[in-house]
C-alpha cells in the first residue's frame, strides 16, 4: 500500500506562483496515472491534472489549463504540479493520488483514484 505525501502548499497573492510536490514510498508514480485533486470547503473534490506513466501524456481541467503544469521525476518517485496565475478560486486543499490508465489516458475523475495522501493546503487571497 503506498504512502504518499504532499508538500508545497501555502497562502499566496492573486496571480502567484506555488509548486506542489507528491513523493511515493515506491515506485507508483512509473506504474500508474499520477493525479492531482483538490477540494474546497463544502465542495467536491475535482480533478486537476494527471500524467500518463508511460506516455508521459498530461491532462488538465479547463480551469487550470494554461497555469498549471505536472511533471515527474521517476528517480524521485515525484509528481509535482506547478501553479501560476493563482486565482482565489485555487483555494483548497491539493491532493495527489494513483489511478488506472484507460484507454492509454489518464481520466480527472476522483472516483478511479485511490491511496490518497493527507493533502497540502493552498490559499490564494
Known amino acids: 500500500h503506498v504512502q504518499l505525501v504532499e508538500s508545497g502548499g501555502g497562502s499566496v497573492q492573486v496571480g502567484g506562483s506555488l509548486r506542489l510536490s507528491c513523493v511515493a514510498s515506491?515506485?507508483?508514480?512509473?506504474?500508474?496515472?499520477m493525479g492531482w485533486f483538490r477540494q474546497a470547503p463544502a465542495k467536491e473534490r475535482e480533478g486537476v491534472a494527471a500524467?500518463?506513466?508511460?506516455?508521459?501524456?498530461?491532462y488538465y481541467a479547463d480551469s487550470v489549463k494554461g497555469r498549471f503544469t505536472i511533471s515527474r521525476d521517476n528517480a524521485k518517485n515525484t509528481v509535482y504540479l506547478q501553479m501560476n496565475s493563482l486565482k482565489p478560486e485555487d483555494t483548497a486543499t491539493y491532493y495527489c493520488a494513483p489511478g488506472p490508465s484507460r484507454y492509454g489516458t489518464c481520466l480527472l475523475s476522483p472516483s478511479l483514484y485511490n491511496s490518497w495522501g493527507q493533502g497540502t493546503q493552498v490559499t490564494v487571497s
Open positions: 500524467i500518463h506513466h508511460r506516455s508521459g501524456g498530461t
Open positions: 515506491d515506485d507508483t508514480i512509473g506504474r500508474y496515472c
